[in-house]
């Protein structure tokens, strides 16, 4: 029997009090309708299913210091918070031209965007990936008078499981920001020796336990295709835990592996170091860029492009220091911990 989408649909069953699953969470997926339990999760330090919360908009806002009529690129779109506040400071007379490589998350942040009264004449959309800033610089004009970069993963592709980036939860073992492009992490991985594995996690995360998790890892007599069997997997070469700290590090190492696949299939460094040579060219002279990183994998080649730009005059000035969430934004959003911003400045 067809079931009319006009309809109310009745919310999908789940066992237990409270849904567990991200699929069944159904107050957060409509936080509109469900706005006091919403706050609640919000205000323990949660993300709510299906969103992101942007991390240091206060000290980027402070460091790119956007205003009308001005033209900026926002070249790691997500779920569009850096660029809402970017957008409601340029107008009247600027625009914002916003890329992510993620062709199922774009949409829905143009959707938001757009109903926010955000039109094409101040906001431009791509699905691209950000290696190829210099294309877009061309088709702005004269360049960008600010970039904006934020290189971490987004919440809605970590915590849904059908995108393969959790190990809290089965799902498919694929990684990729954009699902439509290249090999899935489980493909990867049945292409690697152990001997790839194990530099692969050394190079992208600086994994201790690399030797350990790449032998159990290809042990394996069945491919490993899901992200709980690779939790497993890697798990089974840890020591076990015998106190909280342990089972901690040893949640770490899971991460990192993780970590390092991610990295590897969708060419995470490749990509950043291609656009951090295009960067300084990209902007107007004086403009300013903003990089916001979330690993020292990211934030070494961040730092190390900054000051050879400054030392060779393409940047007039660049952060010295790391600036990082202040603690009232690390205590609210865990995931900003590791956050660290740097910027500059194009000469004149």
């Known amino acids: 029997m067809s079931v009319d989408p006009l309809l109310p649909q009745r919310r999908a069953r789940y066992a237990g009090k409270h849904p567990r699953r991200f699929d069944e969470k159904y107050k957060e997926h409509d936080a509109a309708r469900y706005a006091e339990e919403a706050s609640k999760i919000v205000l323990g330090g949660k993300t709510l299913a299906g969103t992101h919360r942007s991390v240091c908009v206060a000290e980027i806002l402070a460091i790119l210091d956007p205003r009308p ?46 109903a926010l009264g955000y039109g094409e004449e ?9 290696a190829g800033v210099s294309r877009l610089a061309a088709e702005a004009g004269q360049g960008f008078d600010l ?63 690399a030797k350990g998790i790449a032998k159990a890892v290809f042990k394996c007599r069945q491919p490993i295709l899901t992200t709980t069997a690779l939790c497993a997997a890697v798990r089974r070469a840890l020591p076990r835990p015998s106190t909280d700290a342990a089972e901690e ?59 050879a730009g400054c030392v060779s005059g393409v940047y007039a000035a660049i952060s010295r220091e790391p600036i990082r969430a202040g603690a009232q934004e690390r205590h609210d959003n865990p995931r900003s911990r590791s956050a660290v911003v740097r910027w500059a400045q194009r000469s004149l």
Not at 122 to 130: L, Q, Y
């Open 147 to 209: 970039i904006l970069a934020d290189l971490g993963v987004s919440s809605m592709q970590l915590d849904d499981p059908a995108r393969g980036f959790t190990f809290k939860h089965e799902g498919p073992l694929d990684l990729r920001l954009n699902p439509g492009r290249g090999q899935s992490a489980a493909a990867l991985l049945q292409s690697l020796s152990e001997k790839d594995f194990e530099q692969i996690l050394i190079a992208h995360a600086d994994e201790p336990q």
């Open 69 to 114: 009529g001005q033209v900026v690129l926002d070249a790691t779109l997500g779920y569009g918070g850096h660029a809402r506040e970017i957008l409601a400071r340029i107008i009247p007379g600027g625009c914002l031209w916003g890329i992510d490589a993620d062709p199922v998350e774009i949409k829905r942040t143009v959707a938001r965007l757009t």
């Open 249 to 307: 590090e040893n949640t770490r190492s899971v991460r990192r592996t993780f970590q390092a696949l991610r990295i590897a299939v969708n060419d995470e460094f490749q990509v950043l170091e291609q656009f951090l040579r295009h960067l300084p060219f990209c902007l107007k002279p004086g403009g300013k860029a903003a990089i916001l990183t979330f690993h020292s994998g990211e934030d070494n080649r961040v730092m190390q492009a900054l000051e």
């Open 122 to 130: 101040v906001f431009k959309a791509r699905c691209m990936n950000f």
